[in-house]
């Protein structure tokens, strides 16, 4: 049997963590010594250019140089002090292990710490060295096949000045005997050590072509492909490191996006970008790409293909030239004695008309030219362009304007959805034979959003593309007061005022809001949690990184693709793991996304993560289902094989054969253990977990994709596969999960 490989016992990576944490100590010790000095000099600044002469005479020359040089010592100090208290956290990033012994240079090794900005101890030697310093390159370039003498590149994950976790790759396929490793490099330096030189050839071959799509060109769209476990994300974050270096002028500024399928997969792969620079690096997942909002909720997959296909672009652009439900539907006022009258018909037309050529929330002023000119087609008597002005400077027709015509929020715009007749209106043709059951689908959706005040992921993609189509959310000018009109106090925390609002209609309170004293209110409606804040313009980026891309829906690639339009991008996928049911759409939306640029693709083949008999156990299954899947090769075995048991369709049956998995992998592998399993029997599964130590999680078959564990516990796989957008493939993601061991309940 082979060994666990990729296994560090606790004992070895406490001691690893205790050494880095050390380190770490004294680095914040020299820090605290640098603000103080800092803030000497500023001290010493502010007490330049001081005179105590009371006269109004002009200043003497030398008073003018001390008033010079204190603004000069105070500026400067004053910088200094803000970049040592606003890099305070997660100072220390990196580390690396160097051998110059090729270089002509003493053989011992040496050791350089990264972070995010140097730091000299009271010898001036350098303690930490600022990622930006040609020092600290070999951090973001080296590799397996071009190492710059890097034998260990390490990864400090901290929280606050405490280092909670490390993480090691290997630049050489031969690691020193005494060089400790943790984390995939432990594996790759394991695979070498314990299988000869057969398996040094298979690490070599993986790490150079995994070397390749690191440095390849940065322009037009770089694919990255392969089946689980093959190291598809940790090359793409890869590139993004190297990019970001070797091209830093051009990605600091416009920005690189990665993008994963859920807020688990992000906060899991922060670990590996630590160093990237806040400002630089926007980590997001398909729920909170759009600035104002934030979902978590997942859709049923019936309602997901309803909400994510491109049939939706035509239910928005019908949607989008609807009038605002509450809108007023007739115009009656006098002008230059002319009584008006606009019936729904006139309106109708007049909103067409401005809608042909411009987006609602930025045509007021043209919305009411229009009115003008439909209101004298109706008179034809007196001077035209005197009627118009009348018309346009009308109080009576600008309150009208304010109703008819009001920016609006495209989240709002969205919600108009959630009343069933309205939407069988509006989908009317678009889903062909199915356009009932389609109407009857986004209504029901909505509504529940509406009744849980949570937006689902799905409806991200489908608010950004109505802020497209709408135009940028605007306030209009405010009307004219009169000179004893008392303004409205719209909110009482700028006076430092906690305040309590309640909004009444009739007899039942409708809103109940309490502000936390810095203007920000926590809303107990849930109309109004869906509407707080506002939704901000997509940006641009330089580069978009996308992760599990086989996942997205094609209004989900439009959204990308209006963020990333002048950008290049890394793509990571494997077909087989989708969850989409309909790729040749999705493959439609996604080429118009990437424009007209040059694609390549690398390959990537090897299965490194998975015990070679739990990969061949979610072979067998996908294999089913998708008879051409890429299978990559798995090359570590453990000689276990994974265990089936049936247990009844009970809660407590079932959460008593969780409980006894969980207690046999525990002592089976002394890293993380995770319960995957469907949203039918989570909340029983919860109190379960919770009997457990910190390294036992729950999570739903989605939110897994992307991450991994040294054991894992799938619970009743044919539920998995009936709640889930692509059903079998969803479930091939779950049991590919597990490193080590892997117990699968079967639910009769």
Same mark, same amino acid.
């Given at each position: 049997m082979e060994p666990q490989v990729s296994e560090a016992t606790e004992?070895?990576?406490?001691?690893?963590?205790?050494?880095?944490?050390?380190?770490?100590?004294?680095?914040?010790?020299?820090?605290?010594?640098?603000?103080?000095?800092?803030?000497?000099?500023?001290?010493?600044?502010?007490?330049?250019?001081?005179?105590?002469?009371?006269?109004?005479?002009?200043?003497?020359?030398?008073?003018?140089?001390?008033?010079?040089?204190?603004?000069?010592?105070?500026?400067?100090?004053?910088?200094?002090?803000?970049?040592?208290?606003?890099?305070?956290?997660?100072?220390?990033?990196?580390?690396?292990?160097?051998?110059?012994?090729?270089?002509?240079e003493q053989a011992d090794r040496e050791i350089r710490y990264i972070g995010r900005l140097g730091v000299r101890d009271d010898e001036y030697d350098?303690?930490?060295?600022?990622?930006?310093?040609?020092?600290?390159?070999?951090?973001y370039r080296a590799t397996p096949v071009e190492p710059h003498g890097v034998v260990r590149r390490r990864v400090l994950r901290s929280q606050s000045e405490l280092v909670v976790g490390i993480e090691d790759d290997l630049m050489v396929a031969d690691p020193p005997p005494d060089l400790v490793v943790v984390g995939d490099g432990a594996l790759i330096a394991a695979l070498s050590r314990t299988r000869g030189q057969r398996m040094r050839d298979?690490?070599?071959?993986?790490?150079?072509?995994?070397?390749?799509?690191?440095?390849?060109?940065?322009?037009?769209?770089?694919?990255?492909?392969?089946?689980?476990?093959? !190291?598809?994300?940790? %090359?793409?974050?890869?590139? *993004? =490191? +190297?990019?970001? @270096?070797?091209? $830093?002028?051009?990605?600091?500024? !416009?920005?690189?996006? %990665?993008?994963?399928?859920? *807020? =688990? +997969?992000?906060? @899991?792969?922060? $670990?590996?970008l630590p160093g990237l620079g806040e400002d630089s690096v926007v980590l997001r997942s398909m729920g909170d790409l759009v600035g104002g909002?934030?979902?978590?909720?997942?859709?049923?997959?019936?309602?997901?293909?309803?909400?994510?296909?491109?049939?939706?672009?035509?239910?928005?652009?019908?949607?989008?030239?609807?009038?605002?439900?509450?809108?007023?539907?007739?115009?009656?006022?006098?002008?230059?004695?002319?009584?008006?009258?606009?019936?729904?018909?006139?309106?109708?037309?007049?909103?067409?008309?401005?809608?042909r050529h411009h987006q609602r929330n930025n045509s007021f002023d043209v919305a009411v030219r229009e009115l003008a000119e439909a209101a004298w087609a109706s008179v034809r008597e007196g001077d035209r362009e005197q009627f118009l002005d009348k018309f346009i400077d009308s109080t009576d027709v600008e309150t009208f304007a304010r109703q008819w015509w009001r920016p609006v929020d495209p989240r709002e715009v969205l919600l108009w959805l959630a009343e069933p007749?309205?939407?069988?209106?509006?989908?009317?043709?678009?889903?062909?034979?199915?356009?009932?059951?389609?109407?009857?689908?986004?209504s029901a959706s909505l509504r529940t959003a509406l009744h849980t005040g949570t937006w689902s992921v799905a409806d991200v993609a489908l608010v950004d593309e109505l802020a497209a189509k709408l135009g940028q959310m605007v306030d209009l000018p405010s009307e004219e007061r009169g000179f004893y009109e008392i303004e409205e106090l719209d909110n009482a925390a700028q006076y430092g005022t906690s305040a309590l609002r309640v909004g009444v209609d009739g007899d039942e309170p409708v809103s109940l809001a309490v502000s936390d004293g810095s203007g920000e209110r926590i809303s107990h409606d849930p109309q109004e949690r869906l509407m707080a804040g506002r939704v901000t313009a997509a940006d641009d980026y330089a580069h978009v990184l996308v992760d599990e891309a086989q996942d997205l829906s094609p209004m989900q690639w439009r959204m990308l693709g209006r963020r990333g339009r002048w950008a290049s991008w890394t793509v990571v996928g494997d077909a087989a793991q989708s969850s989409w049911p309909d790729p040749e759409e999705s493959l439609t939306a996604r080429e118009e996304a990437f424009g007209s640029t040059v694609r390549r693709g690398f390959h990537m083949q090897t299965n490194y993560r998975n015990a070679r008999e739990i990969f061949e156990y979610a072979e067998r299954l996908i294999r089913?289902?998708?008879?051409?899947?890429?299978?990559?090769e798995a090359v570590r075995e453990t000689g276990v094989d994974p265990v089936e048991i049936t247990v009844d369709a009970d809660a407590e049956a079932i959460s008593g054969a969780v409980a006894e998995a969980l207690a046999g992998l525990s002592d089976q592998v002394a890293g993380s253990v995770a319960v995957i399993a469907p949203r039918k029997w989570q909340p029983e599964l919860s109190r379960v977990v919770g009997r457990h130590d910190g390294r036992v999680a729950l999570i739903d078959p989605l939110s897994s994709k992307g991450l991994e564990w040294d054991a894992t516990v799938v619970v009743d796989p044919d539920e998995i596969i009936a709640e889930s957008p692509g059903g079998p493939r969803v479930l091939y993601v779950v049991l590919t999960r597990a490193a080590h061991r892997m117990t699968v309940l079967q639910v009769r």
């Open positions: 004992d070895v990576v406490a001691r690893e963590i205790a050494v880095e944490q050390a380190h770490v100590d004294r680095v914040y010790t020299e820090l605290a010594k640098a603000v103080d000095r800092a803030q000497l000099v500023h001290a010493e600044g502010m007490s330049r250019g001081q005179t105590d002469r009371r006269g109004t005479g002009d200043p003497r020359e030398e008073e003018l140089a001390g008033l010079f040089e204190r603004d000069a010592l105070v500026y400067s100090a004053s910088r200094r002090t803000a970049s040592l208290q606003n890099q305070h956290e997660g100072l220390v990033f990196g580390r690396l292990d160097l051998d110059h012994a090729d270089t002509g350098p303690l930490v060295i600022d990622w930006r310093a040609p020092a600290a390159a070999p951090f298979i690490v070599a071959t993986i790490q150079q072509h995994q070397d390749e799509a690191i440095r390849a060109d940065v322009r037009g769209v770089t694919e990255i492909t392969g089946g689980p476990g093959t !190291g598809k994300t940790v %090359v793409a974050l890869h590139r *993004a =490191a +190297y990019l970001l @270096y070797s091209d $830093r002028r051009r990605f600091e500024s !416009g920005g690189v996006l %990665v993008v994963g399928p859920s *807020a =688990a +997969y992000t906060a @899991y792969i922060e $670990r590996v909002i934030t979902a978590t909720r997942v859709d049923s997959p019936e309602t997901a293909a309803v909400k994510g296909g491109l049939r939706m672009r035509q239910v928005l652009n019908r949607l989008v030239r609807e009038p605002i439900p509450d809108a007023p539907d007739l115009l009656r006022v006098f002008v230059a004695g002319q009584a008006i009258r606009l019936e729904a018909a006139d309106l109708n037309r007049v909103r067409r008309t401005v809608l007749q309205f939407a069988a209106r509006v989908v009317g043709s678009a889903f062909d034979g199915e356009h009932e059951a389609a109407a009857e689908t986004l089913r289902y998708v008879p051409d899947a890429d299978i990559p």
